[in-house]
């Protein structure tokens, strides 16, 4: 019993120097770290004192609380937990842009490239070699990073009236390019106005529509006409296209806008010449809601644009 007395008698005081020093010991090596201490916070009540630790990490906030007993006024122990732990869900950080907008992006880029080479070459009637060579590349550099065309899934952005900015095949100084096609120049006074396309994938019409001013005797005025070349389209391959002329008709606009339209007739297949069959073939190599950029059997690049 005296070992017992000592040790009740001497326990005032040890009770006396823990409610000095109430924390925790982990909490106290944990506050004596500078970059700790701002995530350590104390708290105390009558019948328990705390601590909390708050962790970050990328997607929750961890909070953890430690209890300290303390001795409780009717003299009785009581239980405190040791620990216990609270997690408050954070709304996460937006993921990184995904690498489509950064190739949209690169794309919307090189397409601003390509019209500005081919801006002054008037469709490929002015181009030269170099002026060749130069929109090639810039139309190489938009087939590479758009991909491969399928038009078994894409065939819908076909639709529509496409207005031409450049073909290389004017290049020849013949409408028709390497195909027969009447020259422009001075040996005949034609002028060349806008070239559209017009495709509707439903009853497989595939149009080119050329406006023309034909010069006449002075002082007569020009005469503007608008030629329709119409054909029909089949797909041949997941990004190549057959066309078959039909026929062709040419209407007069301006001042002889009231005139009819003529229809001119076709060409039996047997005096075609052997360059002119009356259908042609080629492969769409970037195709998007607003650009399209073939290239011809004959190696002719064309490039489009939504009208």
């Not at 190489?140 to 009236?161: A, C, F």
């Not at 006074?189 to 005797?217: A, M, W, Y």
């Not at 057959?242 to 339209?261: A, D, H, R, Y």
């Amino acid at each position: 019993m005296p070992l017992l007395g000592s040790c009740v008698s001497s326990s005032p005081s040890r009770l006396s120097s823990h409610k000095q020093g109430l924390k925790h010991p982990v909490m106290a090596s944990l506050t004596s770290l500078p970059h700790l201490s701002p995530f350590v916070s104390h708290s105390s009540s009558s019948s328990s004192s705390s601590s909390s630790i708050t962790r970050l990490s990328p997607n929750k906030i961890h909070r953890v609380t430690i209890m300290s007993p303390r001795r409780p006024l009717s003299g009785k122990r009581s239980v405190a937990p040791i620990s216990a732990v609270d997690e408050v869900s954070v709304v996460d950080p937006p993921p990184p842009p995904p690498f489509s907008e950064d190739k949209s992006e690169l794309i919307a880029s090189l397409k601003l490239k390509l019209l500005s080479v081919v801006s002054g070459l008037n469709r490929g009637l002015a181009a030269n070699e170099d002026d060749l060579q130069k929109a090639d590349a810039a139309a190489k550099e938009i087939e590479d990073v758009g991909g491969l065309v399928d038009l078994s899934v894409d065939l819908d952005k076909l639709q529509g009236r496409w207005k031409l900015i450049y073909s290389s095949a004017f290049s020849s100084r013949t409408l028709g390019g390497s195909r027969p096609g009447p020259p422009t120049g001075r040996l005949l006074p034609i002028t060349l106005g806008q070239v559209f396309q017009r495709i509707d994938i439903l009853s497989k019409d595939f149009d080119n529509i050329v406006e023309l001013e034909l010069g006449t005797p002075w002082p007569l005025p020009p005469v503007e006409v608008t030629a329709t070349l119409a054909h029909k389209f089949e797909l041949i391959g997941s990004a190549k296209i057959k066309i078959k002329f039909e026929k062709t008709t040419v209407k007069t606009t301006g001042n002889l806008s009231q005139l009819p339209p003529l229809e001119l007739p076709r060409i039996p297949d047997n005096l075609r010449p052997p360059s002119n069959t009356g259908s042609g073939e080629f492969e769409v190599t970037y195709l998007d809601a607003d650009t399209r950029i073939t290239r011809g059997d004959r190696g002719e690049l064309r490039v489009f644009v939504i009208s």
